[in-house]
């Protein structure tokens, strides 16, 4: 719910002080960007741009924050707020993207450009102002990033005003450089001698000798704040004014606070007290702060006597003290009643509550102590923030609950617990949901008795409305996240399904992830059809409820588990489909956003479109940020390194998985994704970059038997120790064929691709050519319906005559067409490999390598063989490398066989 007192500027006194050159200056915000209004407090920045813009008549936003506004989603929310306050047809397209809490550039975007649209249009203004007041309560990092990127990218008509008492980290010694900033500071904004009794004049109507003006300037040297205080005092004591002038001045603010409220009647002091509990009030939060009093006559009796209390509405219906005397009523009312307070606190904390303010509800439940009342403020608040990815908006306020009362509230813990399973500390998420399902299962137990149940419902912090089996489902699929991560998916698996009989009776957002948890444990097992079927269910459900985070979760599981079943079209028109959905409801600012250009990274390269994979590589680090799951890192990392070796630039790929593999060594004590893992990779890495004796030794200590408990995973290494065993003229048939129904079964139409040519190429190395052709006979016929041709393409060189025989029988000829580009060559024209000068070029010691390659020797062994150094045999292999215009040793052995060489 939008305050919209937040966005309007303060109202002017009616005796306003006219300060020609301050005001000449300020007229520099007009022909710069961007204005810094910077200053300690009490100096009248508000007042000095207010005043600018009383006397301009420019349409402007206004803006004033507080606390609760250094959260993105909450910031930019008010921003789109006051643009469509000025014009109409501004913001309400942007409004929900900048309603989610999140850094993601995209949705300062949406807003730029439909300023920038308005530019273009008539109704264009000629100059307009957007207001900042209070800018030194930003501290978020993500925030202060997209603000800055927003004042980077103003349309020329627009200009923005920060009002701030620090400098804000917004690169403002840059944009001096630039000359695209205009500074105002202290000195500018303090009053100069001339001015000092114009203003207590005009102001207070205080009538000084000069030399007492004199004293007053230089004790409080121009500060604003300071002389208003030092003036309330001085007529609440005309007899002797230069008795009070001896205050030091670092301690001006609180004597003269002081002096000034011991002057007001004890009912005004009462609500000067009690107002100052709340950062802003209105008539009706006055009422609850000040029972017993008249709150209106209250109101019109602070304003009348100047007590530091400023309009923050056209309409007067919001009001708020100004910072050093809130913050001396602070420290004030600590030497109150603790009991009193809390009363207070709770009185405007159920006001927040009626009014739909949760967030500043809950802060005011947390200091009055009722932690009962902030657990059930926190469960109707945090949900929808847990549920949108802002997690750390969730932590810093589960942080202002103390730890013992934390563990009295269930929902509280289950919350926690999501958070924490996020930073991947199993042990604390363990911890939590422990104690909160010993809660869950003690209310279970009750479910019959309702007036018992009623009892422990509000004991524990939850609504009467609330489910329990909703609560009970949340935390054993809080259970499965953690065996799913710590690699026991049977587990995973049985946990799963025991929250099936938790769900409540009516569909919920819970449902969508059960299916979720459901997909990815089936999809981990390796049953892709079973996957498929329980991710669609969650994608719906997903968009039932609007759950944004949860169907990109399922998106990043089920775009895999299409690709795999070589439906490489729907996929892609599924994710645009999602992604234009998630668009429509303004959504950019998830923080797992970034997985969708992973998935179309993944896409693109299965369609072989290597540069537009690496356009969306991009994409994907343009809107990562430190919210994005350590999971979500890896599989990141995974598609970068997957692009690197699609492009062959293994050193960047060597860069990748060391990112990856740091990504992991910092989050996770065991592999458990469905992708090898970095060990792996680097040894497969080092074979491309030509040192195979790594991957040798690797698939020698290679378990064939081990159980399988991750299929995807375990068929991929089975697949790279079979390619190495065959070309080692090792029989791995029997290998494959055993591993091939299962893939068959599961649905996985890539995989089995991969295994039938893998089986072609074993029967070529063991000279078995009909079982070959009929293996590839099966490839081909399973791949060119859906036009999966990657896995052809590293052993074309071995297939191509097998496939030439396929094509001239009239058979899948368009498909095999296709792939004959992938015979062309890649990166160097090939020599001729006719077989005179091929055989000429050729030395005698390089045939004899030859030969023993043909052996599946590796480099070592060859050296061991021919009584040479392992560095010797490397450089004649790039030698004959050289001569036949390739790049890898298999592809040169495929050219010494067909030249019967070997």
């Given at each position: 719910m939008i305050l919209t007192s937040k966005l309007q500027p303060p109202q002017l006194p009616t005796q306003?002080?006219?300060?020609?050159?301050?005001?000449?200056?300020?007229?520099?915000?007009?022909?710069?960007?961007?204005?810094?209004?910077?200053?300690?407090?009490?100096?009248?920045?508000?007042?000095?741009?207010?005043?600018?813009?009383?006397?301009?008549?420019?349409?402007?936003?206004?803006?004033?924050?507080?606390?609760?506004?250094?959260?993105?989603?909450?910031?930019?929310?008010?921003?789109?707020?006051?643009?469509?306050?000025?014009?109409?047809?501004?913001?309400?397209?942007?409004?929900?993207?900048?309603?989610?809490?999140?850094?993601?550039?995209?949705?300062v975007r949406s807003l730029l450009d439909e300023l920038t649209q308005l530019g273009r249009t008539w109704r264009r203004p000629e100059s307009m102002l957007m207001a900042i007041d209070d800018v030194h309560y930003l501290s978020d990092?993500?925030?202060?990033?997209?603000?800055?990127?927003?004042?980077?990218?103003?349309?020329?008509?627009?200009?923005?005003?920060?009002?701030?008492?620090?400098?804000p980290p917004l690169h403002i010694p840059r944009r001096q450089v630039r000359d695209s900033l205009l500074l105002l500071d202290a000195e500018h904004l303090r009053l100069t001698e001339i001015e000092t009794p114009k203003f207590l004049q005009t102001r207070l109507g205080l009538n000084l000798e000069a030399a007492e003006m004199k004293k007053l300037h230089r004790l409080t040297d121009g500060w604003i704040g300071a002389l208003q205080l030092y003036g309330l005092n001085l007529q609440s004591q005309p007899a002797n004014p230069l008795l009070n002038l001896n205050a030091p001045p670092e301690n001006v603010a609180a004597y003269l606070a002081e002096e000034c409220f011991q002057q007001q009647d004890d009912w005004v002091q009462a609500g000067l007290l009690n107002l100052a509990l709340v950062p802003r009030f209105n008539l009706q939060l006055a009422n609850q702060l000040c029972p017993g009093a008249d709150a209106a006559l209250l109101l019109e009796t602070l304003l009348k006597r100047q007590l530091f209390l400023s309009e923050t509405s056209a309409d007067g219906a919001w009001y708020r003290f100004h910072d050093l005397l809130r913050d001396w009523l602070q420290l004030r009312n600590q030497d109150r009643p603790p009991g009193?307070?809390?009363?207070?606190?709770?009185?405007?904390?159920?006001?927040?509550?009626?009014?739909?303010?949760?967030?500043?509800?809950?802060?005011?439940?947390?200091?009055?102590?009722?932690?009962?009342?902030?657990?059930?403020?926190?469960?109707?608040?945090?949900?929808?923030?847990?549920?949108?990815?802002?997690?750390?908006?969730?932590?810093?306020?589960?942080?202002?609950?103390?730890?013992?009362?934390?563990?009295?509230?269930?929902?509280?813990?289950?919350?926690?617990?999501?958070?924490?399973?996020?930073?991947?500390?199993?042990?604390?998420?363990?911890?939590?949901?422990?104690?909160?399902?010993?809660?869950?299962?003690?209310?279970?137990?009750?479910?019959?008795?309702?007036?018992?149940?009623?009892?422990?419902?509000?004991?524990?912090?939850?609504?009467?409305?609330?489910?329990?089996?909703?609560?009970?489902?949340?935390?054993?699929?809080?259970?499965?996240?953690?065996?799913?991560?710590?690699?026991?998916?049977?587990?995973?698996?049985?946990?799963?399904?025991?929250?099936?009989?938790?769900?409540?009776?009516?569909?919920?957002?819970?449902?969508?992830?059960?299916?979720?948890?459901?997909?990815?444990?089936?999809?981990?097992?390796?049953?892709?059809?079973?996957?498929?079927?329980?991710?669609?269910?969650?994608?719906?459900?997903?968009?039932?409820?609007?759950?944004?985070?949860?169907?990109?979760?399922?998106?990043?599981?089920?775009?895999?588990?299409?690709?795999q079943q070589g439906k490489l079209q729907f996929a892609k028109e599924l994710l645009d489909e999602q992604q234009s959905w998630l668009e429509s409801r303004h959504m950019h600012c998830l923080p797992n956003w970034g997985n969708l250009h992973y998935l179309r990274l993944l896409i693109l390269l299965e369609l072989e479109q290597p540069a537009a994979a690496a356009q969306e590589l991009e994409r994907l680090w343009d809107c990562a940020d430190e919210r994005v799951m350590a999971v979500d890192r890896v599989y990141h990392k995974w598609g970068e390194f997957a692009l690197r070796l699609a492009q062959q630039d293994y050193q960047q790929a060597e860069k990748a998985l060391h990112q990856l593999d740091a990504y992991f060594q910092q989050h996770f004590t065991q592999w458990n994704f469905v992708v090898p893992s970095p060990a792996t990779l680097k040894v497969l890495l080092d074979a491309l970059s030509g040192n195979p004796f790594p991957l040798a030794q690797w698939a020698a200590a290679y378990d064939t038997k081990a159980p399988i408990v991750n299929l995807q995973r375990q068929t991929i290494e089975l697949m790279m120790y079979a390619r190495i065993k065959i070309y080692q003229?090792?029989?791995?048939?029997?290998?494959?064929?055993?591993?091939?129904p299962l893939i068959q079964k599961a649905g996985n139409l890539y995989f089995s691709i991969n295994l039938l040519v893998l089986c072609c190429l074993n029967e070529l190395a063991q000279a078995r050519p009909s079982s070959a052709r009929e293996f590839l006979t099966q490839a081909v016929n399973a791949a060119a319906p859906l036009g999966v041709r990657r896995p052809f393409r590293e052993e074309i060189t071995f297939l191509q005559p097998l496939l030439m025989d396929m094509a001239r029988r009239g058979q899948a000829t368009t498909f095999i067409s296709e792939l004959s580009v992938y015979s062309a060559p890649q990166t160097r024209p090939q020599r001729n490999h006719s077989n005179s000068p091929l055989m000429e070029e050729?030395?005698?010691?390089?045939?004899?390598?030859?030969?023993?390659?043909?052996?599946?020797?590796?480099?070592?062994?060859?050296?061991?063989?021919?009584?040479?150094?392992?560095?010797?045999?490397?450089?004649?292999?790039?030698?004959?490398?050289?001569?036949?215009?390739v790049r890898r040793r298999t592809q040169a052995l495929a050219i010494a066989r067909e030249k019967g060489l070997v």
């Open positions: 306003l002080l006219p300060r020609d050159a301050l005001q000449h200056r300020l007229g520099g915000i007009l022909k710069k960007p961007v204005t810094l209004v910077s200053a300690p407090p009490g100096f009248g920045k508000t007042t000095a741009l207010a005043q600018f813009l009383h006397r301009e008549q420019l349409p402007y936003l206004w803006y004033a924050l507080d606390e609760q506004d250094n959260v993105p989603g909450i910031f930019w929310r008010y921003v789109c707020a006051g643009f469509e306050s000025v014009f109409p047809k501004i913001g309400p397209r942007s409004a929900r993207i900048l309603s989610v809490d999140d850094d993601a550039l995209n949705a990092p993500i925030l202060l990033q997209q603000l800055d990127y927003f004042l980077d990218h103003l349309p020329p008509y627009l200009h923005v005003a920060l009002i701030s008492r620090t400098i009193e307070l809390q009363i207070l606190h709770g009185q405007a904390a159920q006001w927040y509550a009626e009014q739909g303010y949760f967030l500043e509800a809950m802060e005011q439940w947390t200091l009055a102590g009722d932690w009962e009342q902030t657990a059930l403020c926190a469960g109707r608040a945090l949900p929808e923030i847990l549920r949108m990815g802002h997690y750390p908006l969730v932590a810093r306020l589960l942080a202002k609950i103390p730890p013992e009362q934390m563990r009295r509230y269930p929902k509280l813990l289950a919350q926690r617990a999501f958070l924490q399973l996020t930073r991947m500390r199993f042990d604390e998420v363990d911890a939590d949901l422990d104690l909160a399902e010993r809660y869950v299962d003690a209310m279970l137990e009750e479910s019959g008795n309702p007036q018992t149940l009623t009892r422990l419902k509000r004991q524990y912090g939850l609504q009467e409305s609330e489910s329990i089996r909703e609560l009970k489902c949340m935390i054993i699929l809080g259970r499965s996240h953690i065996a799913r991560m710590t690699d026991k998916p049977e587990l995973a698996t049985e946990q799963l399904e025991q929250s099936r009989d938790f769900l409540p009776e009516q569909d919920s957002p819970f449902t969508a992830w059960l299916f979720q948890g459901l997909g990815a444990d089936e999809y981990i097992r390796g049953s892709l059809h079973a996957a498929q079927y329980l991710l669609m269910r969650a994608l719906r459900s997903s968009r039932k409820y609007e759950e944004g985070f949860c169907l990109i979760a399922t998106l990043s599981w089920l775009i895999p588990v299409l690709l003229q090792a029989d791995e048939l029997d290998l494959l064929l055993e591993r091939l050729l030395s005698q010691r390089e045939t004899t390598i030859l030969n023993h390659l043909s052996a599946g020797r590796s480099n070592e062994e060859i050296a061991v063989a021919l009584n040479i150094a392992a560095s010797t045999v490397k450089t004649h292999l790039r030698n004959i490398y050289a001569k036949f215009g």
